[in-house]
């Protein structure tokens, strides 16, 4: 499967000095007091964001976190652990902008902020047109490095790629990508499909397809 990779882009020069955004998954779990209590998707995000720095972009990091009701902000939807969690393993200060979309925050090449969570913003579940044009307009790059949600067609996993004057997948992404296009089209045998998630509803027509192309499927979570 051939697609732009952020990587690419970064070793031909074009990310130095650009802004770029990054969607990233750091919807991690967090105990009643909101400590993170397992960070495995914000070490993932590592690969994307350091490959960022080191091309000397200005780069910006958003994700999703629980399920915030859009436009209505409360202590336990922030990305602010994220955002401490970030820091640490980066060895550097990780600021925290809320209210990004109209832009008005800097950021420099070379430097880091962490955008308030997505699905805070009003139009972000059903991709908003209004929107997706704001997201646009805030980079030069876009990188999706959130595999976990790039089943849905949200402001800042598909909206923003249509609008910005690049779009990518991110090491994450790119991945994943790759090991799917190896598993579906030249395949080991026999293949046995794994399928998880408690919403079944939602993932029935891979379902169907995936049963043309496995030997075995396995569903479990419903």
Known sequence: MKFLRFSDICASGQAAGKRVFIRADLNVPQDDDGN??????????????????????????????????????????????????????????????????????????????????????????????????????LCDIFVHDAFGTAHRAEGTTYGIAETAPIACAGPLLAAEMDALTQALLEPKRPLVAIVGGSKVSTKLSILKTLASKVDQLIVGGG
């Open 36 to 137: 993170i209590t397992e960070d495995t998707r914000i070490r993932a995000s590592l690969p994307a964001i350091q490959l960022a720095l080191d091309a000397g972009a200005a780069v910006m990091v958003t994700s999703h976190l629980g399920r915030p009701t859009e436009g209505e902000f409360k202590p336990e939807d922030s990305l602010a652990p994220v955002a401490q969690r970030l820091g640490e393993l980066l060895g550097r200060e990780v600021p925290l902008v809320s209210n990004w979309v109209d832009g008005g925050f800097d950021v420099a090449p070379g430097q880091l902020v962490l955008l308030e969570n997505c699905r805070l913003n009003v139009g972000e579940k059903k991709n908003k047109p209004e929107l997706a044009a704001k997201l646009g307009k």
